[in-house]
């Protein structure tokens, strides 16, 4: 690698795309368990969306997933996709992926880490907006 992003081999980017799967399911179920798999116990979770800084770490993010209704459970339809996914190095990835849960559309910036024989998410930097839930769609 040359310093510049690159697109992952097959089996690189399958082993990314079941983080994604995993990390997907977890927010659509509101599942601290699957989400714990795919997160580095260190990573962060950043947003500015509403123009203050909101900075946790995963003891203190994933209490808030669990405490929270699971779309899956108030019957919105599953809406979440990739949108890109590049290497900057072996070891090192960056995940650009959409979701809306209700009202709020989600584009994630995730950073990815090959640790201990596997991807993990070591931070996600996100920004949202507010739609209309009924026009709250993500590519798949």
């Known amino acids: 690698m040359s310093g510049a992003l690159s697109e992952p081999d097959p089996a ?29 116990p260190g990573a962060v979770y950043a947003t500015a969306s509403d123009g203050s800084l909101t900075r946790l770490t995963m003891d203190q993010y994933l209490p808030v997933v669990a405490a929270r209704p699971a779309p899956a459970s108030r019957g919105e339809p599953r809406r979440d996709g990739v949108v890109a996914v590049q290497l900057a190095g072996p070891a090192t990835a960056s995940a650009v992926v959409t979701c809306a849960i209700g009202s ?37």
């Open 12 to 40: 690189t980017r399958a082993d990314i795309d079941e983080v994604l799967q995993e990390y997907f399911d977890g927010l659509y179920h509101s599942d601290t368990a699957r989400l714990s798999r795919v997160f580095h």
């Open 104 to 140: 709020k559309r989600f584009t994630d910036l995730l950073a990815l880490v090959y640790l201990d024989g596997r991807w993990q998410i070591i931070s996600k930097v996100f920004h949202y907006e507010l739609v209309p839930e009924e026009s709250t769609t993500c590519p798949t």
